[in-house]
């Protein structure tokens, strides 16, 4: 299947975030690249879920925000898929070994931190024993497929972040979570994707 790409991302951020993709985009050039897995996995009662983690809070521009498990690309990395696993085994325990990585999604570039975002679609066929990286994620946020997909979460808040003062932002309200920026723009193309099955 095509992806549905940046036009499904777009959908999901901010208006004033598009200028400044648009105006940043040539120092993409130099960004720092991360990988991250959209995770897809049975539950218990073998119904589709997929996980998302709360970061810890720190001193950064992604500080207790939603997000997928993953992380900069290291030099022994192969490549960022390899990086969304090697993070996601680090961060939710979920052994490389144990997932199947079906699709790369369409990056994404997040200005604030200069990262270019690689997704990566991947499933699990057993429920996963989640082990959590106390120091880089607070909590571990599953989420029912069928709840994803329907329009129930499609939100719009008002925010303040590190970069910005009281920015009107597109958002998926995802079992209490707030799900905005970057992670809700690459969560819209998986959305648009999983809606053309």
């Known amino acids: 299947m095509s992806l549905p790409g940046e036009v499904a991302q777009l959908e999901m951020a901010p208006l004033e975030r598009l ?9 993409a050039q130099t960004a720092r690249r991360a990988g991250v897995m959209v995770l897809f996995y049975p539950d218990l009662k073998l119904q589709t879920r997929f996980a998302l983690i709360l970061r ?3 001193k950064g521009v992604h500080s ?6 993953g992380g900069s690309y290291e030099d022994t990395d192969a490549d960022l898929m390899q990086t969304a696993l090697r993070e996601t085994e680090e961060e939710i325990g979920v052994p490389t070994s144990d997932i199947v990585v079906l699709k790369e999604l369409t990056h994404v570039y997040i200005p604030p931190s200069n990262f270019y975002v690689h997704p ?3 499933i699990a066929q057993q429920t996963p024993n989640f082990v959590l ?4 994620v607070d909590a571990l946020v599953e989420v029912d497929l069928p709840q994803f997909l329907s329009d129930d979460p499609l939100t719009t ?5 590190s970069y910005a003062h009281q920015i009107k932002v597109p958002a998926f309200e995802l079992n209490g979570h707030i799900v905005w920026g970057a992670t809700a723009m690459m969560l819209n193309e998986v ?4 809606k053309q099955l």
Do not use: C, D, H, N
């Open 19 to 27: 200028q400044e993709l648009k105006r940043k985009a040539v120092e």
């Open 56 to 58: 810890k809070t720190y």
């Open 191 to 194: 959305r648009e994707l999983l």
């Open 157 to 161: 808040r008002v925010l303040t972040t």
């Open 133 to 136: 990286q106390e120091s880089e």
């Open 64 to 69: 207790a925000q939603i997000g997928f498990p």
């Open 120 to 122: 990566y679609l991947g």
